[in-house]
């Protein structure tokens, strides 16, 4: 009997790990670039490690491929789950690493502090998000989560002789311990209310007991971490300082992955933690009295608001970037709140489309690091066309795209999320969102009168085609193109959403 169970313990275990293979992967090539940083020396670093890397986020994206197609599995004795949701999410983050890693090369930001440390901090930020995005287990989410929240301090706080940059970084941890202390806080109350921390096994027995109004307590304490991962109101004031100070290839990097990994773990919580599947409808329905999609609504509202409000006066390029995706935070919520197919489908879209637009926004930021020590500075833009129109042109179509223009990709990833609220019930909220878009344009589109119509300021003249520049210019053709032939990405979207309700279905009858 025992060495039955053992050998059922070890299948198991085998079976997990081949599910866990991307994952497995950037752990061990965390542990190659740890060893390369101490063989070589600094001049060889600088050439091998970014290599190392970059062939490491690859091969955990090729690892995820297969993948997609995979069956929703349990792994781990249910902490982590597979499902093409989740590995959609992946993919996504590998692709956002891949553009971080080839942009930080011979990056000026950077080119003071050492580079090992910091491949190894962003690749660990990578593996801390895959994990977070399949994370099903309420301990399971909260070490996720805390891996994703250190790399992130680290990586904002890394230039150490930029004043900015450790402020930044400093206030990141004092916002991010509060939300840390208030969720776990939260987690207790649950295991206390319901026994278990599975959260099919959560949504389960939910479903048995009375809802007092002590819930709204835990639901408004455990929504504290999770608005404060993806910076929606009110748990937003990190972001602005975080993103300003970061070096630009993290502030980047920061914008993505970890609010596409924040957005996942929402998903999980509220639908798998708090919702009830109803086939009959094709849709999530939050459990009688718990009253979540009314709170994100809220959340939602204001947060699209103020972001794109503060957004207006804002004379520094990254904090207006900054305060942009704190309002595109906004809108993504809106998909969460139907608790459709539908809804996760324009989920998993913008999330690519926000890849390419807001990371092709920064990456030209980083490309004017080479001609103008002010490229922070709005006021610096001005006259670009007339110097770099490569630069000009695709900061408008990633500028544009933002503001939901078409035929840019943005255009119809707005389309999805105000189309899947409208079809859930939330019209009030559609249309707010669609007020807030035209209100983005007055900001986006200053940055593109600066450029074009004002007269040139003072820049450097020396402009080489660097890596970030030749980033640019490949998302700045994505971001039209993808808009054009948007159906094959809309289409892997809907596969990868309709799972994670069949999914639910089957792992709260299991009731792991």
């Keep these: 009997m025992e060495g039955g169970t053992v050998t059922e313990i070890v299948r198991a275990t085998q079976a997990s790990l081949r599910l866990f293979a991307p994952e497995a992967w950037l752990t061990v090539g965390l542990l190659v670039l740890l060893v390369l940083d101490l063989v070589f020396r600094d ?11 970059f062939g490491i986020a690859l091969g955990a994206i090729v690892l995820a491929i297969p993948l997609l197609s995979h069956a929703p599995t349990e792994a781990f004795s249910g902490l982590l789950v597979v499902d093409p ?58 070490l996720a989560l ?14 150490k002789m930029h004043r900015p940059s450790i402020e930044a970084g400093l206030k990141y941890i004092v916002f ?5 202390g208030a969720m776990l806080y939260a987690i207790s109350w649950i295991y206390g209310l319901t026994g278990t921390l599975y959260l099919s096994e959560v949504a389960r027995r939910l479903q048995t007991m009375p809802i007092a ?34 070096a630009t290839p993290v502030a980047a990097f920061l914008t993505v992955a970890p609010k596409a990994a924040g957005f996942a773990m929402l998903v999980r919580i509220f639908y798998h933690g708090f919702s009830i599947y ?17 709170f994100l609504s809220v959340v939602a509202a204001i947060t699209m608001t103020w972001g794109n409000t503060v957004a207006l006066w804002q004379k520094n390029m990254k904090r207006m970037l900054a305060y942009s995706s704190i309002s595109h ?38 490309a004017l690091s080479d001609a103008t020590d002010q490229y922070e500075d709005i006021a610096a833009y001005q006259g670009l066309a007339s110097r770099f129109p490569e630069l000009t042109w695709v900061l408008a179509f990633f500028l544009l ?95 990868s959403s309709y799972v994670v309700e069949t999914f639910g279905m089957a792992f709260q009858a299991t009731g792991k």
């Design 43 to 53: 001049v060889r670093k600088r050439f091998v490690l970014p290599g190392t890397a």
């Design 85 to 142: 949701f989740g590995t959609y999410l992946k993919i996504a983050i590998g692709i956002a690493t891949l553009l971080t890693i080839w942009v930080s090369f011979r990056n000026r930001e950077l080119a003071d502090y050492p580079v090992g440390e910091y491949y190894v901090l962003l690749l660990g930020l990578q593996l801390a998000c895959m994990l977070l995005v399949g994370a099903v287990h309420f301990v399971m989410i909260m």
């Design 146 to 159: 805390e891996m994703v929240s250190v790399s992130s301090y680290l990586l904002v706080a890394y230039r």
């Design 176 to 180: 991010g311990a509060a939300a840390t």
């Design 213 to 246: 109004p002590g819930w709204l307590v835990v639901m408004l304490l455990l929504s504290v971490g999770l608005t404060f991962k993806i910076a929606a109101v009110p748990f937003h004031f990190w972001a602005p300082d975080a993103y300003q100070g970061a």
């Design 278 to 294: 109803r086939p009959e409808a094709e849709a999530w329905e939050a459990i009688p009295g718990l009253g979540w999609p009314l």
């Design 329 to 366: 935070a906004g809108y993504m919520l809106m998909a969460v709140l139907p608790g459709t197919r539908e809804g996760l489908q324009a989920l998993l879209f913008y999330v690519v489309a926000y890849l390419v637009m807001n990371m092709g926004a920064f990456f030209t930021v980083l």
């Design 401 to 495: 795209s933002l503001a939901g223009i078409p035929p840019f990709i943005g255009f119809f990833g707005k389309f999805f999320l105000f189309a899947a609220a409208l079809r859930g019930g939330w019209a009030w909220l559609a249309v707010l969102a669609v007020l807030n878009s035209v209100v983005s344009l007055f900001y986006y589109v200053y940055v593109i009168k600066n450029m074009v119509i004002e007269r040139p300021g003072e820049f450097r003249t020396v402009f080489s085609w660097n890596s970030a520049y030749r980033a640019v210019l490949v998302l700045g053709i994505a971001v039209l193109v993808l808009g054009i032939l948007f159906s094959p990405i809309y289409g892997w979207t809907a596969r």
